[in-house]
T-cell receptor, first 114, second 116 residues
Framework: GAGVSQSPSNKVTEKGKDVELRCDPISGHTALYWYRQSLGQGLEFLIYFQGNSAPDKSGLPSDRFSAERTGGSVSTLTIQRTQQEDSAVYLC????????????FGPGTRLTVT | AQKITQTQPGMFVQEKEAVTLDCTYDTSDPSYGLFWYKQPSSGEMIFLIYQGSYDQQNATEGRYSLNFQKARKSANLVISASQLGDSAMYFCAMREGREGAQKLVFGQGTRLTINP
């Protein structure tokens, strides 16, 4: 079966523009996570969705960041008024349930803000 | 305070040798899980091994084993008989709290290079 997919794979945007990053989790996986990886750094948790529960947004760095998950499947991470410090690889992961400890990661979207 | 500490930014090992990647963690929660992920140059994160805080035995998965020392709060990854394909970044991560809260906290990573 298909793994987690993300689009676009690369995105270059000008400072101040809004961007949308898409994540398509593995079919049937109810839990979905967004992480950010800055150059040479570990992953930083951003947001977590589990089924129809309210998302855990505790990792979002500012109110310019938001995410939604429609129909319990595809998720979109939106960054408004992008800043240069937003440049990073944004990784999405999914797991079968919130109790499943193995998270399957997508290939990431490399965002560059110029 | 750093929750996950990986003190080795880089490691160089000869092929076929065993290698230990260090990881220490900090938590006051009695229930937690520890993970190791591999990130090759392609960028994808590959799950390697998991250790639960209540697990009595050290986790093993093929050539990977996790040396879990609870009192010392360490969870080192041991790779036996290293191969050239093991060259990658390796991240230690922790999940705190109840089973349903799967947010992971990652360390800074160790870049492992296997020399032929």
């Amino acid at each position: 079966g298909a793994g987690v997919s993300q689009s676009p794979s690369n995105k270059v945007t000008e400072k101040g523009k809004d961007v949308e990053l898409r994540c398509d989790p593995i079919s049937g996986h109810t839990a979905l996570y967004w992480y950010r990886q800055s150059l040479g750094q570990g992953l930083e948790f951003l947001i977590y969705f589990q089924g129809n529960s309210a998302p855990d947004k505790s990792g979002l760095p500012s109110d310019r960041f938001s995410a939604e998950r429609t129909g319990g499947s595809v998720s979109t991470l939106t960054i408004q008024r992008t800043q240069q410090e937003d440049s990073a690889v944004y990784l999405c992961a999914s797991s079968r349930t919130s109790d499943s400890y193995e998270q399957y990661f997508g290939p990431g979207t490399r965002l560059t803000v110029t | 305070a750093q929750k996950i500490t990986q003190t080795q930014p880089g490691m160089f090992v000869q092929e076929k040798e065993a290698v230990t990647l260090d990881c220490t963690y900090d938590t006051s929660d009695p229930s937690y899980g520890l993970f190791w992920y591999k990130q090759p140059s392609s960028g994808e994160m590959i799950f390697l091994i998991y250790q639960g805080s209540y697990d009595q035995q050290n986790a093993t998965e093929g050539r990977y084993s996790l040396n879990f020392q609870k009192a010392r709060k360490s969870a080192n990854l041991v790779i036996s008989a290293s191969q050239l394909g093991d060259s990658a970044m390796y991240f230690c991560a922790m999940r705190e709290g109840r089973e349903g809260a799967q947010k992971l906290v990652f360390g800074q990573g160790t870049r492992l290079t296997i020399n032929p």
